[in-house]
């Protein structure tokens, strides 16, 4: 079984889009990949909400995510793929098909019609997934107030660790910064996912983050990191609070994954297309 040791910046990377067809455009993956790299990010998450995962087809998603896989070996990025938010046959077809790529994580939604109510019925589903990509490090995405799944985090950790043998940890979006200082511990990887939060989580122990802001400006949540490092709580908050004024100023243009896209677009020599629809590009 393939080892996850990655820890620090992942970027949960756009998709593309070809002007006013919105086909999927992967000839902007690699230079695209060589910005990230150049910005001292090591690591992407393809086909999240950031990438608009849920919006695409199976074979879009497939196509997404070989060239993200041949941009990060090129590269030298590490890649994890978003597999969930579809009917279970096309997250099975997913997970194989990440497999198939040797990619170095799967990343899993939880089923977003017959919601899973309790740590039980969650573990279920991510164990019947995760055997469709045995070899693949498996992490599920906790994101509650996209799939309105509220399962107690630390619980679904100790019960997900004993009956799947590639699950590794989750990458955890959410305000709830005591619930999510619960899943903590030795040997387990717990991704951070809320931007505005990181100098609270790395005070917490955090040491791992998959925030779309990471895009757009990495060097401030790198500096929100070192100032926690050594001490400087002051330093940690002001940039902070810095990293917080830029999110509300983008967030004035639309909903998250719109205002964040068209600021990545205004910000590098990229263009990256508008989102699709449902959600609103201004």
Request: net charge neutral.
């Amino acid at each position: 079984m393939k080892q996850f040791t990655f820890k620090g910046l992942m970027a949960p990377v756009f998709t593309a889009y070809h002007g006013s067809s919105q086909q999927v455009n992967c000839e902007i993956v690699d230079p695209y990949a060589k910005l990230l790299k150049s910005k001292g990010v090591g690591a992407v998450l393809i086909n999240g909400t950031t990438g608009e995962g849920m919006l695409q087809t199976v074979q879009e998603r497939k196509q997404v995510a070989e060239a993200w896989s041949a941009a990060c070996s090129k590269h030298g990025l590490v890649l994890m793929v978003q597999i969930g938010g579809a009917p279970y046959p096309d997250v099975v077809e997913l997970a194989r098909h990440a497999e198939g790529l040797a990619v170095d994580g799967v990343l899993c939604l939880p089923e977003l019609y017959f919601k899973p109510k309790s740590p039980e019925k969650l573990t279920e589903y991510l164990r019947n997934v995760a055997a469709h990509c045995p070899e693949t490090p498996f992490f599920y995405y906790h994101i509650p107030m996209f799939t309105d799944v509220n399962v107690h985090m630390p619980t679904f950790l100790d019960m997900a660790e004993k009956v799947i043998p590639n699950f590794r940890g989750i990458k955890y979006t959410s305000g709830d910064l005591d619930q999510g200082s619960a899943c903590l511990k030795p040997g387990r990887i717990i991704f951070l996912g809320a931007d505005a939060i990181l100098c609270g989580a790395v005070a917490a122990g955090f040491d791992s983050f998959i925030m779309t802001t990471l895009n757009i400006c990495p060097e401030l949540s790198d500096k929100i990191i070192a100032c926690m490092a050594k001490g400087d709580v002051e330093g940690g908050r002001k940039t902070q609070r810095e990293l917080n004024d830029k999110i509300a100023n983008i967030l004035k243009d639309g909903d998250w994954v719109s205002a964040m896209k068209k600021a990545f677009n205004e910000s590098c020599n990229l263009n990256l297309g508008k989102t699709r629809a449902p959600l609103n590009f201004q």
